[in-house]
Nanobody, 123 residues
Framework: QVQLVESGGGSVQAGGSLRLSCAAS????????MGWFRQAPGAEREGVAS????????LYADSVKGRFTISIDNAKNTLYLQMDSLKPEDTAMYYC????????????????WGQGTQVTVSS
């Protein structure tokens, strides 16, 4: 079993920054890859970023590339998403995800999900 708990969401002005955290527990092999997804009201869930916990290689959605940074602290079993230059279109519920190694390059393979943390960016 894998449990994921997000935190750090909130309301910020456009151009501001926010850092999301995801505390992970459970079988390590089930979270070789971890990522962030988001879902706005009435929209489909979309992948934001992923990271391989051992090598640190990352992938980003084009919409956040250059503004968001995904990182992981393996000693603390915590995933982070540093969000800079936030835009109103970044407003969404953000979810932490975990999966086996294949998920890093194929985001449909993520199997475990947190409950989400809300991010609201005002103009």
């Amino acid at each position: 079993q894998v449990q994921l708990v997000e935190s750090g969401g909130g309301s910020v002005q456009a151009g501001g920054s926010l850092r999301l955290s995801c505390a992970a527990s459970g079988y390590t092999y089930e979270r070789d890859c971890m990522g962030w997804f988001r879902q706005a009201p009435g929209a489909e869930r979309e992948g934001v970023a992923s990271i391989y916990r051992y090598g640190g290689s990352t992938l980003y959605a084009d919409s956040v590339k250059g503004r968001f940074t995904i990182s992981i602290d393996n000693a603390k079993n915590t995933l982070y998403l540093q969000m800079d230059s936030l835009k109103p279109e970044d407003t969404a519920m953000y979810y932490c995800a975990a999966g086996r190694w294949v998920a890093c390059s194929n985001w449909s393979e993520y199997k475990h999900w947190g409950q989400g943390t809300q991010v609201t960016v005002s103009s």
